[in-house]
């Protein structure tokens, strides 16, 4: 057994661990990031039957997944890095989820460029949780107003996503996410990552964005 699909199948053995201790039930989907990783790495876990992967920047995966998502229409593409309007066009063209937008610009940009294909992305709000200068998302005062415009110009925005402060305990923002997306009604959720992904999957993370402890550290 390859060493990523041994790494996917023990960590989808420590969620159902720890939510089975927790009387949880709860089954997020586990985004495989393979930013800086070549095609090749993803080959065995695409084998064994993983669809979803994440990519940081739209150019890496235009070269690396556009072959390979042709042959295998299964495949689920998750954009989960900062997205700039003017790779939209390329990125709406690859991707099937868009787990960072967080501007009426931008969504007005996406929706544009799928009528445009007659494609329907499916979409996470970027909230910035913890109100950081230095990270993107919408703050949390204002993603009532930003989800209202984006179901206005018809984009199909199930949830929302967050990258909670580093060193500071996740499991408050997690708590704070899971409640706003309740407020919003909607069903999905994008946060955990690596070191924090059991406690979002215990404030019902429906996807967890998980790169080096399934291929280890980047060079």
């Not at 709000?125 to 998302?137: F, H, M, R, T, Y």
Request: aromatic fraction near 8%; hydrophobic fraction near 40%; charge should be positive.
């Amino acid at each position: 057994m390859h060493y990523t699909v041994k790494n996917l199948l023990d960590i989808k053995d420590k969620i159902k661990t720890y939510l089975n201790e927790l009387n949880i039930i709860n089954n997020p989907k586990i985004i495989a990031v393979s930013k800086t990783f070549k095609i090749e790495t993803m080959l065995p876990l695409i084998d064994y039957g993983h669809i979803d992967f994440g990519e940081n920047k739209v150019q890496e995966a235009v070269e690396k997944w556009t072959k390979i998502k042709m042959t295998n229409s299964k495949l689920k593409l998750h954009m989960i890095g900062k997205l700039q309007t003017n790779k939209v066009k390329f990125a709406v063209q690859i991707f099937d989820y868009i787990h960072s937008v967080d501007s009426k610009k931008l969504a007005k940009k996406i929706a544009d460029e799928q009528f445009k294909l007659n494609k329907k992305i499916k979409i996470f709000l970027q909230v910035n949780i913890g109100d950081e200068d230095q990270k993107s998302g919408i703050n949390k005062n204002n993603i009532t107003e930003l989800a209202s415009y984006c179901k206005k110009i018809d984009l199909d925005v199930i949830g929302l996503m967050c990258i909670p402060p580093a060193n500071l305990d996740a499991e408050i923002y997690f708590e704070e996410m899971n409640k706003l997306n309740k407020t919003l009604s909607l069903t999905k959720l994008s946060m955990g990552m690596s070191s924090d992904f059991l406690l979002a999957a215990k404030y019902s993370a429906s996807h967890v964005r998980l790169g080096s402890s399934i291929f280890g550290r980047r060079g």
